[in-house]
Nanobody
Framework: VQLQASGGGSVQAGDSLRLSCAASGLTISRYAMMWFRQAPGKEREVIAAIHWSGGATRYADSVKGRFTISRDNSKNTVYLQMNSLKPEDTAVYYC???????????????????WGQGTLVTVSS
């Protein structure tokens, strides 16, 4: 199983980026998918999650209204569209998959079944 995250980079405040997470060896349609991030010196936190059906999404308050998580099960890929980026969004971003998650629990996932490798996002002011 591999979750391959891509799309990170260095941008200016106010810019946009789209992260992608392509899965192999795993059918993501059976899993809730999440994006976590870990900033320097801070704990890893979940910032966006989407139900296996795509019918429910949840966002941390820090990104609500700026980030959008989506999934394309036909491409076995999940995305994170990040707009109006701020310096405090600087972090390593990880995608993750977890089975058996209901909508109300999406932001409560601490131990995904699968982790992707991280992709670094750096936002300068």
């Amino acid at each position: 199983v591999q979750l391959q995250a891509s799309g990170g980079g260095s941008v200016q405040a106010g810019d946009s980026l789209r992260l992608s997470c392509a899965a192999s060896g795993l059918t993501i349609s059976r899993y809730a998918m999440m994006w976590f991030r870990q900033a320097p010196g801070k704990e890893r936190e979940v910032i966006a999650a989407i139900h296996w059906s795509g019918g429910a999404t949840r966002y941390a308050d820090s990104v609500k209204g700026r980030f959008t998580i989506s999934r394309d099960n036909s491409k076995n890929t999940v995305y994170l569209q990040m707009n109006s980026l701020k310096p405090e969004d600087t972090a390593v971003y990880y995608c993750a998959a977890r089975g058996g998650v209901i909508a109300s629990q999406l932001l409560g996932v601490k131990t995904p079944d699968y982790w992707g490798q991280g992709t670094l996002v750096t936002v300068s002011s």
